[in-house]
């Protein structure tokens, strides 16, 4: 969401998840999501102009992450293997679930996936999204969410001095207390990231965790929602939608306190119809959310995991 592709490679390469594939003989690919650093060009928009942060995770879902399977197929000629994490993790089950992507797809790992985000319980986090389900556009007037920004930064304060809420720790303060992460890793991340994002992207996010359903953005007025999506209420991503033979391993943790153990359940039970064997579960009981990414042992933990799944695949 507010992160580069870099973050994948924070680790060193032998404790890596991209540099692990490559050494397995896999072709890498590693996607940047839109607003951040790498993905900042447009073709007619510059990042000084509003209409350039008009989009949520919708736009994400039907057209980054198809356009990015188009590019590599158009390189390869192969179906590719996905791995996601966090917000990849989002858009990738709801473009699997509006049938995009699927003809071009080998298999999906989802790494501490987000889908229902209700009982996320992070204190930063609720603060946060009770702020921007008031539509905090009002607020700012601002199009862009950029974190390092004095605006946001300025936002991001007076949501720190909270009650409850600790911002000393941030990693801990929006992930959850991370079990098995090397401090200078963390330092390296706190400087690469967090990157802009779309105001709108999240108050999308928001309405998630108050709706307690994937569905498209919510224009906050009925007659704009019939605008854009022909009726009252946004569309819902239905899950049971994902093809059932899609092979798909899913990993999460115990500690997670964005992807929370109850609605990942929750995920669960939406692929409950999923064939037996193309489903494969791990839950790490110490893990939270950047453990996946960059915790010192994911690689003896999950990456082995995920590196044996994809040549199952083959």
Known sequence: MVQDGMTW???PPEQNLPLILADGGFDVWIANTRGTRYSCRHTSLQPNEPGFWNWSWDEMVVFDLPAVFDY??????QKAHYVGHSLGTLIALASF???LLVDKLKSAVLLSPIAYLSHMNTALGVAAAKVFAGEITTLFGLAEFNP???PVAKFLKALCDYPGVDCYDLLTSITGQNCCLNA???DLFLKNEPQSTSTKNMVHLAQTVRDGVLAKYNYGNPNFNVMHYGEAKPPIYNLSNIPHNLPIFISYGG????????DVELLLDSLKL???DKLTIQYIKDYAHADFIMGVNAKDIVYNQVVSFFNHQR
């Open 9 to 11: 490679l924070l680790n």
């Open 72 to 77: 590599v197929y158009s390189q390869t000629g």
């Open 97 to 99: 679930s509006e049938g």
């Open 148 to 150: 390092k920004g004095e």
């Open 184 to 186: 200078s890793t963390v």
């Open 255 to 262: 500690k997670d306190a964005l992807s929370d153990v109850r």
């Open 274 to 276: 999923h064939d037996v």
